[in-house]
Each structure stands twice: as C-alpha cells, then as structure tokens.
C-alpha cells in the first residue's frame, strides 16, 4: 500500500478538537485541493461558506441537533450545491434557460461532495481530521436564511476541521463483494452479507460504547428509516428556483 491508500484506509471521522487554530494558509490549501476535484461538465457547482462568526456558529450548531463540535471545532464550513452562480453569470434567471433543473441539481449535489470529499483527503493528509455535519439540513430552510443564500443554492452539509484530539478506532465497512457486483445487480447475496456486517458491527459497538451498547447495523439503519426526518428538502428544493416545469420540456426519447 502506499502512503494514499493508507491515509485512505484508516479514515475516521473526527469530533474531538485540539485547541490548535487551523491557519488561513491551510485552509486555503485545503480548499484548492477541493476545487480539483473532478466536476460534471467543469460546471463547479459549489460553494463553500466560512463560518467565522461565533454567533452564526452556534445557531448552525443548534440547528444541527447541538452538536457541541459544530461550535468547538476550530473551521466549520458549509459546503453548498449553486447553480446560482452559473445563471448569473450565463444570464439567465428562473423563467430562461434550462439551469435549475433536477438533472443539475444533482449535478451540483455531486460536485459539492466530491469536492468535499477531496477537502477530507487533503485535511488528513496534513494532520487535521474532519466530520461532515448533515444535520444542519435539520432546518435546512433556516439555514439559507442565516447564511443569506440566493435561489439556485442549496447547503448540502457542514464540515468540522481541525486538529484531532482522539483516535476513535476504525469504523467497519460493508463486506466488498455486497457493494460490488458483476455484470448485474445482485439482490441475492445481500442478505447473507449483511448478517454477517451486522456481527462485525455489533462487535465494533460493544468496544465503541464500552460495553454499553450491542447495536448492530440492520438495528441502527432500521430505527434511522422508521421516523420521518427532514421531510421539507422537497419544499425548500421547489421554493428555490429549482424544478421547473420539466414535463413540458421533454424530449419525446424521455417520455416513457
Ligand atoms: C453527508 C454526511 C453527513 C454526516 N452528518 C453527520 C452529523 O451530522 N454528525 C456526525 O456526528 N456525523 C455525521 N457524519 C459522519 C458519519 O456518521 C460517518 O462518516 C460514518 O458513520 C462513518 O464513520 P467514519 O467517517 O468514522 O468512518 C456524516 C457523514 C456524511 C457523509
């Protein structure tokens, strides 16, 4: 293995900060390694949003469930999908051109996190560690209103980056072979796999919490996808120049 897989291969999240400050030139390293990531149609439908104000943070870090690193890490960004800036800068608003379709949408959702993704990478390679935040999208309404985001921007997820002050052990994985499938999609082997991850986790918990909790993945995911959460993405999606009409403007090869 080289020095890119091993820093690949013994990620972690992390939620514990050294009191360290995280200097401008890093962070701006950081960010330019992001901005490298690969981009659909080099659209770079993204921004990032620095949140240095400590009044802002703490409202964010309310938002996001109190999660006490969101006001205790040294960086917290707010990483966006924007198809905002591309129709400005093409001209064009929400009733001209075809900008703030769902296609796009997920463009930009997919260049937000790559490039973020990327900003994960390059943070731990420099000794700092990160956890993303999706929890900001708790009030993810509230959010667009605090950081003063125009139509066409949607915040995806927070980052906390910083020097860490933990080792928490590595969080196990899906076996490969039930993520990765030949040819076809391979709904038989799923179940056998997936017994077997929930014994590899139920033995990560056990030493995670201590003893204090046995639950396996199946557990976790079932009680994650029992309640509703988060159920005004659509309505903040539809009230934010996203979604057009797109029936209408189909072509008929994608009428089915
Ligand atoms: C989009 C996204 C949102 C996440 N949101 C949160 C969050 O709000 N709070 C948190 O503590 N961890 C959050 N995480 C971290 C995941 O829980 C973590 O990556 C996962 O459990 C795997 O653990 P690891 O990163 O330590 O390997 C998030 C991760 C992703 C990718």
């Known amino acids: 293995?080289?020095?890119?897989?091993?820093?690949?291969?013994?990620?972690?999240?992390?939620?514990?900060?050294?009191?360290?400050?995280?200097?401008?030139?890093?962070?701006?390293?950081?960010?330019?390694?992001?901005?490298?990531?690969?981009s659909s149609s080099n659209m770079q439908?993204?921004?990032?949003?620095?949140?240095?104000?400590?009044?802002k943070r703490r409202q964010l870090a309310h938002i996001a469930s109190d999660q006490?690193?969101?006001?205790?890490?040294?960086?917290?960004?707010?990483?966006?999908?924007?198809?905002?800036?591309?129709?400005?800068?093409?001209?064009f608003d929400a009733g001209s051109g075809y900008v703030g379709t769902t296609e796009n949408l997920v463009a930009a959702l997919v260049d937000a996190a790559l490039a973020a993704q990327n900003a994960v990478v390059a943070a731990e390679s420099l000794g700092l560690g990160a956890v993303y935040i999706g929890a900001i999208r708790n009030h993810i309404h509230a959010v667009a209103e605090l950081l003063e985001l125009p139509e066409l921007v949607m915040p995806v997820f927070?980052?906390?980056?910083?020097?860490?002050?933990?080792?928490?052990?590595?969080?196990?994985?899906?076996?490969?072979a039930a993520v990765l499938h030949e040819n076809r999609y391979d709904a038989d082997k799923i179940t056998d796999l997936v017994g077997e991850y929930d014994l590899t986790t139920e033995r990560y918990m056990v030493e995670r919490s201590g003893g204090k909790s046995k639950a396996n993945w199946t557990d976790s995911m079932k009680k994650k996808l029992s309640a509703p959460i988060r159920m005004d993405i659509a309505r903040f999606i539809g009230s934010r120049g996203f979604w057009r009409n797109e029936e209408k403007d189909m072509n008929p090869g994608e009428r089915q």
Not at 45 to 55: E, F, H, K, M, R
Request: with cysteine; hydrophobic share 40%; proline share 8%.
């Open 1 to 38: 293995m080289n020095e890119t897989m091993n820093r690949l291969m013994s990620h972690r999240s992390i939620r514990k900060f050294t009191e360290k400050p995280v200097n401008r030139e890093t962070l701006e390293d950081i960010l330019r390694a992001a901005q490298m990531a690969s």
């Open 45 to 55: 439908a993204y921004s990032v949003i620095n949140i240095t104000d400590p009044q």
């Open 68 to 91: 006490s690193y969101v006001t205790e890490s040294p960086v917290f960004l707010v990483w966006c999908a924007d198809l905002q800036r591309l129709a400005a800068s093409c001209g």
């Open 158 to 176: 927070g980052m906390c980056l910083g020097y860490p002050d933990q080792e928490p052990i590595l969080r196990p994985r899906l076996p490969l």
